[in-house]
């Protein structure tokens, strides 16, 4: 096992319907609003981005038969006392940090370009919607429940990038590309498809793209040999049996 530096920049998202990132803040009428930075600029929180591939990341795990802990539960994730599972290993567990450091989606610079400026410029990248919210027991408008939700504009592209030091277990013995950890993380960038909150309405649909190559230690490595060993990702349980 070794730990090594890891560079995957950047990440280009593209988001191609509405996009409804919260801040679960209430701003005058408007019930739900996108998340701003100080310029005023959409932007995805690297929270957000980490929550939502972690839970890709999942999926991945669990279809090729790894043991996955219960996440988001702190008391249903891997405790720091035992060997933490393949997707805590790569985001981290309750006690147990991680050393991987997501960046912020913010806009690319020819939007922010277009953004930046005075308030009309801003006020481009947004528009509300009113919904009426449906009581699910009876199937008609509750009483009363009328909602107003911030959207960003639909198209717009974002970059962010994720660097830092990741744990490696190797693959085949080879711990050069990455090992299972950054397979899997990988793997999980290029599952994600909906940000954002109200994805099942439509909302937030998008890609990511990743880079061709990233860094791994001291060497720059394409991401499609990285996949050549998706193959053998379901062997990490019987792997980390090994290494203990
Ligand atoms: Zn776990």
Sequence with gaps: MARMYVQIEPLLIEVDGPLAV??????????RTVERDAEGLAYIPASSLKGRVRRACEQIARQVGLYVCRAPRPNGMCSAHK???LVCRVFGSPGRGNGLHWQDARLVRNYQKVFAGDEGNRQAQFYTRTQVQLSRALGIAAHDHLFTSEFAIENLHFEAGITGWLDITPIADEDATGGYELLLLLAGLRL???LGSG?????GHCVIHLPEQVTVGQRSIAVAEIFAFVSLLNEFDREAQNGT
Excluded: D, W, Y
């Excluded at 919260?22 to 019930?31: A, D, K, W």
């Design 199 to 203: 994805g099942s309405r439509g909302s």
């Design 83 to 85: 060997q933490p599972c």
């Design 192 to 194: 994600v498809n909906t």
């Design 22 to 31: 919260n801040t679960g803040f209430r701003r005058g009428l408007i019930h």
